[in-house]
């Protein structure tokens, strides 16, 4: 009996001792326990102010690092904060509402992880939010103030390596730093050095930097094969690859650097491959510059993958994927899908050559200076003139299908070539599909599906698919790139990014650098100039000129004040970056009829100086004011030109005090009239009666609030 109780026990000692060698184990393979909880403040600023040229990939590139770390980072939609184009009060703002989520989980006991991620301008004194300077002092100690266990700091601008010299970051190799669930410290991540500028690229449609980290993410940098990218591999791959594209591109090379102060053991996950379902496996023998694109042609991830490298997975979302291989000599290219729950590999039997492009898509070559695409191989087709009066009955057609370019075209219905030096004339519709580089016109349509450069003109329809250099004129005139010029569409102007004057009775663009005029101006996106019409819109406007001027991000504001000449006045105010407009109406109940006034009237004008909580504006407005409360006669018109000064304590609120001077022009003066609105107070410094116009003319002053 007694051998027996021996066995059984030492059995249970064996038992035991298995589970716990096994727990070892699975805590060693998983050393980032689920009490680590990650928090994330992303702000993406594509405006800079002042004369810095309008980012297009800021916002991109921050909602592309925030859907890496949903997918694959342990990071919850509920636990990021996202800011897109901020004022530094926002930024603030953000920093405190992340701090509050963060304290919330200390309170129930969780280990708190927080990334900050900046993509935007800046420069050697800190970051550039709208023209307004946040710096570095001032960010360090708002990402110091967090209270998380661990603060990853990334900036992805020009000259952020200066943000990492306050506690000696430097621009050197690639870091080795270890750390686990219970590191505590700071890691700071910039994509460029002190004296650097942070490059975006059309290609990749973001910046350099963010577009390898994240494809670092997605498991390009997951050098030891583990299934897991820590911030070392991250660093060391967006690192690595951003110097590499960028030692040839005109902004010069950009080198990234760090600044880490961390204590712990093991490796700082930063992506876990094993979370997701869907990857694409390339598999050892694929080697060369890898393009991997979705069904929308959009770029998601590249990478380098040397001769003799094991395989690499990419994590990425369900669906198809088109993927380029540049090995240096030749083109490949496969069409994978990619399904959930599924790992799909490509092999190199998958690749198929595709030897007419040859390397001539390597790299950033030398554009031309007209934006001309690279010739076809074996070149053009000459054909100098051509007439006809269709397509299919021109002399262009004894050519088909080579590629023609026609230095001189006219055709009395349609015609067609692959490439304009010169003119192309057409009473119906003309086309090109290469370029234009002269005049393109038509009665009915004009079409360039490649770059335009010169006059693209119609009475009813112009389209450039590519960029357009020049002048485009026609009834419906529609830019689906970039417009660089003049746009006039007499009934519709659309350009996606403009970069010049556009004018229409409806204007509309996703971005523009310039003016807009019409009785409806319209713009998705940042006006980096001024909109002038009846109605005007923008996301964000510089200057807005109109009866109605909306700027979504300067926002509607309403006015109470008191003046010398009304009681009360009530204004609603539309504010862009650098002017506002106004709708204002006044009483004045007190005293006879001399006194006693109604008032009505709109109002221009724009700030002089503009500070955290001061500013100092400038405006004018123009009042139509009845004498009395009843209409007995012709109303006065009054001027008054303010300049007003306020105290900001909030960012929607402000008290402000001005001095007018006053000039009230009465048209309908007699020899007894003796109407003023208001109080009477200042004496008057002018007043002329003449035969048909009376002119008062007198100081003034008004006070009020803003909200």
Known sequence: MRRALERLLLALIAVVGCWAVGLDAAQAADPTPSTVRRFALLVGANDGGGDRELLRYASTDAAMLSKALIELGGLDKGDRVVLDNPHPAALEQGFADIGAKIRQAHKAGERVQFVFYYSGHSDEAGLLLAGVHVDYKRLRALIDKVPA????????????????????????????????????????????SADEAAQESDRIGGSFFTHFLVTGLRGAADFDGDRRVTLNEAYRFAFDETLARTETTSGGPQ??????????????????????????????AVSGRIYVRDRRGNLVAELFKPKG?????????????????????????????VRSGKTETLEVAGLVGIPLEGTRLRGDPVAD??????????????????????????????????????????????????????????????????????????????????????IQSALGATIASDDLRGVQTATVALGRERVNGLQVGFALSYAKHLRGVQLGAVNYVEDAKGVQIGMLNLSRGAIKGVQIGLINYADEADASIGLVAVSKKHGVWFD???????????????????????????????????????????????????????????????????????????????????????????????????????????????PTSTFRPGYHWAARIGDSSLTDVGVQIWPGFAAGFEF
């Not at 395989?311 to 290219?333: F, K, Q, S, V």
């Not at 003139?385 to 023609?404: C, M, Q, W, Y």
């Not at 030096?421 to 005049?439: K, M, R």
């Not at 402000?656 to 309908?668: E, P």
Request: aromatic content about 8%; proline content about 5%; charged content about 15%.
């Open 560 to 670: 109470l004040w008191t003046s010398d000449t009304q009681l009360i006045h009530a204004a609603v105010k539309f504010r862009a970056r650098k002017t506002y407009s106004f709708f204002t109406a006044g009483i004045h109940p007190l005293g006879d009829d001399n006194s006693r006034s109604l008032s009505a009237g709109f109002g221009f004008g724009g700030p002089l100086v503009w500070r955290e909580h001061v500013s100092l504006e400038l405006d004018n407005v123009v009042s139509v004011v009845n004498s009395g409360f009843t209409a007995t006669r012709l109303p006065y018109l009054l001027d008054t030109l303010r300049l007003s000064l306020a105290w900001r304590p909030a960012r929607h609120f402000a008290i402000w005090g001005a001095v007018t001077a006053n000039v009230m022009v009465d048209l309908q003066p007699t």
């Open 149 to 192: 266990d661990v603060r990853i700091g990334i900036l992805d601008s020009c000259s952020s390596g200066a943000f990492t010299r306050f506690k000696g970051g430097k621009k050197q190799a690639p870091f080795l730093v270890g750390s686990s669930a219970e590191v505590q410290g700071h890691a700071y991540l910039t994509s460029s």
């Open 255 to 284: 080198h990234a650097a760090y600044d880490i102060q961390l204590a712990g053991t093991g490796d700082l996950v930063m992506t876990d491959l094993r979370k997701t379902s869907a990857k694409l496996e390339i598999s050892g």
């Open 369 to 454: 200076p007209r934006g001309r695409p690279p010739p076809p191989l074996g070149g053009y087709r000459e054909v100098p003139f051509n007439i006809g009066v269709s397509r299919g009955s021109e002399l262009n057609t004894a050519h088909r299908p080579d590629k023609i370019r026609n230095r001189f075209s006219v055709s009395l219905g349609a015609t067609h070539a692959a490439a304009i030096d010169g003119f192309q004339l057409g009473i119906g519709a003309v086309g090109a599909t290469d370029y234009v580089n002269g005049v393109q016109a038509a009665v009915g349509a004009a079409v360039s599906t490649g770059p335009m450069n010169g």
């Open 309 to 337: 490298a094991g395989p690499i997975t990419l994590a990425l979302e369900p669906g198809n994927y088109a993927i380029t291989i540049d090995d240096g000599h030749n083109l490949h290219r496969a069409e994978v899908e």
